[in-house]
T-cell receptor, first 114, second 113 residues
Framework: AQSVSQHNHHVILSEAASLELGCNYSYGGTVNLFWYVQYPGQHLQLLLK??????LVKGIKGFEAEFIKSKFSFNLRKPSVQWSDTAEYFC????????????FGKGTTLSVSS | DTAVSQTPKYLVTQMGNDKSIKCEQNLGHDTMYWYKQDSKKFLKIMFS???????INETVPNRFSPKSPDKAHLNLHINSLELGDSAVYFC????????????FGQGTRLTVV
């Protein structure tokens, strides 16, 4: 069965600091990988996704993630965070089979102080 | 212009009651989902429908029954509500093609008292 592990439960940063959130998945086949963000009181929004091709993917709001197949990882990065990045971040995976649902990690709470 | 809309946004009810949450998407997607987000923010898939056909049914109590009258709608009916059912329920939709992301509704915060 697929599973997703997010190592950081709560990350606290000052504005302009760099961010890296870890994500590892467990699945033997081909996967699709996602990072979603949930701002306080809001629904989940897609930050970025990886299906195939260039393992370094760029998303919205200056976020990027790198897929490292050998490490089963898909870490999220941002060079300089802003106060408005305060949110819950979820890594998710689906298998390459049609119709499979997203399996989420437990989420990382990011708090950015101004 | 809302892509995935859920109603109601908030639902407070007593134990033992039966309640429904409705979801509609106008994205032309053929697959819809219900996710439960618990108090620790963990998101877990409950059900998935493709063109009105149930394709995913995770270990969920029988008190939860999804219904999809057409591919744009997926409702969730919950019988005999329990305190442990308190959570935020998110509806989502996507194309069945695996190379696509899911779009989420605003969520329904259910509180059972």
């Amino acid at each position: 069965a697929q599973s997703v592990s997010q190592h950081n439960h709560h990350v606290i940063l000052s504005e302009a600091a760099s961010l890296e959130l870890g994500c590892n998945y467990s699945y033997g086949g081909t996967v699709n990988l996602f990072w979603y963000v949930q701002y306080p009181g809001q629904h989940l929004q897609l930050l970025l996704k990886y299906f195939s091709g260039d393992p370094l993917v760029k998303g919205i709001k200056g976020f990027e993630a790198e897929f490292i197949k050998s490490k089963f990882s898909f870490n999220l990065r941002k060079p300089s965070v802003q106060w408005s990045d305060t949110a819950e971040y979820f890594c998710a995976v689906t298998s390459n089979q049609a119709g499979t649902a997203l399996i989420f990690g437990k989420g990382t709470t990011l708090s950015v102080s101004s | 212009d809302t892509a995935v809309s859920q109603t109601p946004k908030y639902l407070v009810t007593q134990m033992g009651n039966d309640k429904s949450i409705k979801c509609e998407q106008n994205l032309g997607h053929d697959t819809m989902y219900w996710y439960k987000q618990d108090s620790k923010k963990f998101l877990k898939i409950m059900f998935s429908y493709n063109n009105k056909e149930l394709i995913i049914n995770e270990t969920v109590p029988n008190r939860f029954s999804p219904k999809s009258p057409d591919k744009a709608h997926l409702n969730l009916h919950i019988n005999s509500l329990e305190l442990g059912d308190s959570a935020v329920y998110f509806c989502a939709s996507s194309h069945r093609d695996s190379h696509t992301e899911a779009f989420f509704g605003q969520g329904t915060r259910l509180t059972v008292v």
